[in-house]
């Protein structure tokens, strides 16, 4: 057996077709001011040719309009998504949407599916997540309090969210309550979907953000605070089972956190690359930048980190294959924390390379280095990961009295096993 680490040649040109699409027509949209409904006039021809390619909506199974092509090929995919954030919305799965369609996917009925998923694949709806409270932490989803009661053929949804990202211009938003407060914490909360226009959905205001300072109301990747007052839905919009939410959670946020991972590599990439050219560019003290030692262990360093961690990323995304997200937890949590650091590390590097350049807005760096920092809090904190994995790992470990390495009592265990080797050596120990 091998370890391989090329790409099929048949999806190495899928990459190259989408690399260039992504450089050449989706980057230059960034430098535009554009609202919401204009970005997408400017791309729905570029959502054709990705459609005519076979790569729209890649994420989901082929019976679901995707492509079904395995998380090793989605990461390799999402690395070259992430360089733009307007990239995944070209490609069809942009976050919250994708994974919201894959909840729907993964537990809806197929009246839910033929009402919400296949509008929401085809990009003619919106969809929000709404999970997280001011009042509780968000970390903790066992703390929820939003309720949803049963009252005849319909439930009534109380509760206070905050951070529904893209929850202002969502059509439908998919709300996490509890439902019986008395099961055990897992069992206690259900997923609703809750279509933004129904009475006493009270959408607050978009909270103002590092990535979005200004708060402007309604636009793309802003998140959203709201609050929903005796809101009800009929009965046929709970998704899966009562109770069944916290799995539900878990199952949407799995395939995601790879795919994140590889966005975040993207950016990093992108970021190195600023770092590298100005490093070359500049001239200050008789020499390039690059010919300054810090400058070169910041290249050689980022280089390293970057390297490592795409090829974490791609290994959990491997392993995803194999087993499943359930058997490749522990991987799935490393790539979280380890990523979210490696962006924020090489844009910094970057931004401090480019000088004041670097932290004006004449450069996209440190709109990247606002919008980076909330890669350590999104779909959990890093610490929350770190926790994942530590148990995971320990699990392995048995406590001992003597450390197991302890030298005395190893050299102790091998005079005596190799006693009469050295008996008829005479070596004395
Ligand atoms: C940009 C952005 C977009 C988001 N989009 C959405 C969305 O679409 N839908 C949605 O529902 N939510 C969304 N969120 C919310 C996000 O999921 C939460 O912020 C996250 O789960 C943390 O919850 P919290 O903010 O309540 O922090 P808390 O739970 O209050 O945690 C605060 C801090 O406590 C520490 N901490 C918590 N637990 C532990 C532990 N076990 N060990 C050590 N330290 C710990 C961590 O440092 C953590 O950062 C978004 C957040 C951001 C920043």
């Known amino acids: 057996m091998t370890w391989d680490f090329s790409t099929d040649p048949d999806f190495a040109a899928d990459l190259a077709w989408t690399d260039r699409l992504v450089r050449e027509r989706i980057e230059p949209l960034e430098t535009l001011d554009l609202g919401h409904d204009q970005l997408l006039t400017v791309i729905a021809p570029l959502q054709e040719e990705v459609r005519a390619r076979g790569l729209w909506a890649a994420h989901l199974t082929p019976e679901l309009g995707g492509q079904g092509m395995g998380q090793v090929r989605l990461a390799l995919l999402h690395e070259v998504l992430g360089r733009t954030l307007y990239a995944p919305l070209v490609f069809g799965n942009n976050a919250p949407d994708s994974g919201n369609a894959e909840l729907i996917a993964v537990a809806a009925t197929p009246e839910q599916r033929e009402r919400w998923l296949e509008p929401l694949l085809a990009g003619t709806i919106r969809s929000g997540f709404s999970m997280t409270e001011p009042g509780a932490a968000g970390s903790d989803p066992t703390l929820l309090t939003t309720r949803a009661v049963r009252d005849g053929g319909e439930w009534v949804i109380d509760g206070h969210k905050w951070f529904t990202s893209n929850g202002s211009i969502a059509d439908i938003l998919i709300v996490m309550a509890v439902t ?14 809750v279509p933004r226009g129904t009475p006493g959905v009270d959408v607050v205001r978009d909270v103002p953000t590092m990535d979005h300072p200004d708060g402007t109301f309604g636009r793309y990747g802003n998140h959203a605070e709201i609050v929903y007052r005796g809101v009800r839905v009929p009965a046929d919009h709970l998704i899966g089972e009562v109770g069944g939410g916290f799995a539900l959670a878990q199952k949407r946020l799995g395939p995601g956190r790879i795919q994140h991972a590889m966005r975040w590599i993207g950016q990093a990439n992108r970021a190195f690359d600023m770092l590298c050219e100005r490093a070359v560019s500049r001239v200050a003290h008789g020499s390039v930048l690059a010919e300054k030692q810090s400058v070169q262990n910041w290249v050689a360093d980022s280089y390293a980190e970057l390297t ?76 929350v990961h770190k926790v994942t994995v530590a148990r995971r790992v320990l699990r392995g470990y048995e406590p001992r009295a003597v450390p197991t390495e302890h030298v005395p009592t190893r050299r102790a265990a091998a005079r005596r096993q190799f006693a009469e080797a050295l008996d008829a050596l005479a070596v004395s120990l």
């Open 180 to 193: 019986d407060p008395d099961a055990g914490p897992h069992r206690r909360t259900s997923m609703f979907v």
């Open 308 to 383: 490592q961690v795409r090829l974490l990323t791609l290994y959990a995304a491997w392993k995803m294959d194999q087993v499943g997200a359930a058997g490749a937890r522990t991987e799935i949590a490393m790539v979280k924390y380890a990523g979210a650091k490696v962006l924020h590390d090489i844009i910094d590097r970057a931004i401090q390379v480019h000088g004041a350049l670097g932290f004006s807005t004449d450069m996209p760096l440190e709109f990247m280095y606002r919008k980076a920092r909330q890669a350590r809090l999104v779909d959990g904190p890093d610490e």
